[in-house]
T-cell receptor
Framework: GAVVSQHPSWVICKSGTSVKIECRSLDFQATTMFWYRQFPKQSLMLMATSNEGSKATYEQGVEKDKFLINHASLTLSTLTVTSAHPEDSSFYIC??????????FGPGTRLTVT | GQQLNQSPQSMFIQEGEDVSMNCTSSSIFNTWLWYKQDPGEGPVLLIALYKAGELTSNGRLTAQFGITRKDSFLNISASIPSDVGIYFCAGGLNTDKLIFGTGTRLQVFP
């Protein structure tokens, strides 16, 4: 149980374009989903927390207009990187949880902006 | 963002040896979690701790929640090649908002 998927697993896009990443909880309903970013050889840094049906809460320093998060259902959250630039290239990982349960992570999406 | 201090940063050990790593925080936590991450993958939960002093095992892995609630350690006994990876601690007041450690990169040689 507690399987979280992400799509796509990797994506290459041109500078200035937008990219959408999906995060799905496959066998449970996730009341909360989290989006993290991980640069090479570094730890996971929380970008934002999203609860189903409400606006996401962004961490300090994360631009909400650049990283659009939608948590439309209890099994799906999306992260859209708008007007991507090379410095946005990173490994984006989502996690999903229910109240009083641990966070279960997706396999990650590697974004490369050329 | 805030990170937890995790040590050692990396370890190179021989198969069969025991491994120990720890994590410290300047804040008190109610939850400590240990994850393993393989290259190009998301973290996988190994052990979750919810009570100060708690000692929990998962196979060859043992983790403890420090009495001060500001630290935790993870031991791996009789290491095997598939233990290779990056180990992260994570702490928080609950399981919702976690702060991750800096990671320990483990390499096991046959």
């Amino acid at each position: 149980g507690a399987v979280v998927s992400q799509h796509p697993s990797w994506v290459i896009c041109k500078s200035g374009t937008s990219v959408k990443i999906e995060c799905r909880s496959l066998d449970f309903q996730a009341t909360t989903m989290f989006w993290y970013r991980q640069f090479p050889k570094q730890s996971l840094m929380l970008m934002a927390t999203s609860n189903e049906g409400s606006k996401a809460t962004y961490e300090q320093g994360v631009e909400k207009d650049k990283f659009l998060i939608n948590h439309a259902s209890l099994t799906l959250s999306t992260l859209t990187v708008t007007s991507a630039h090379p410095e946005d290239s990173s490994f984006y990982i989502c996690s999903a949880t229910q109240p009083s349960y641990e966070q279960y992570f997706g396999p990650g999406t590697r974004l490369t902006v050329t | 963002g805030q990170q937890l201090n995790q040590s050692p940063q990396s370890m190179f050990i021989q198969e069969g040896e025991d491994v120990s790593m720890n994590c410290t925080s300047s804040s008190i936590f109610n939850t400590w979690l240990w994850y393993k991450q393989d290259p190009g993958e998301g973290p996988v939960l190994l052990i979750a701790l919810y009570k100060a002093g708690e000692l929990t095992s998962n196979g060859r892995l043992t983790a403890q929640f420090g009495i001060t609630r500001k630290d935790s350690f993870l031991n791996i006994s009789a290491s095997i090649p598939s233990d290779v990876g990056i180990y992260f601690c994570a702490g928080g007041l609950n399981t919702d908002k976690l702060i991750f450690g800096t990671g320990t990169r483990l390499q096991v040689f046959p």
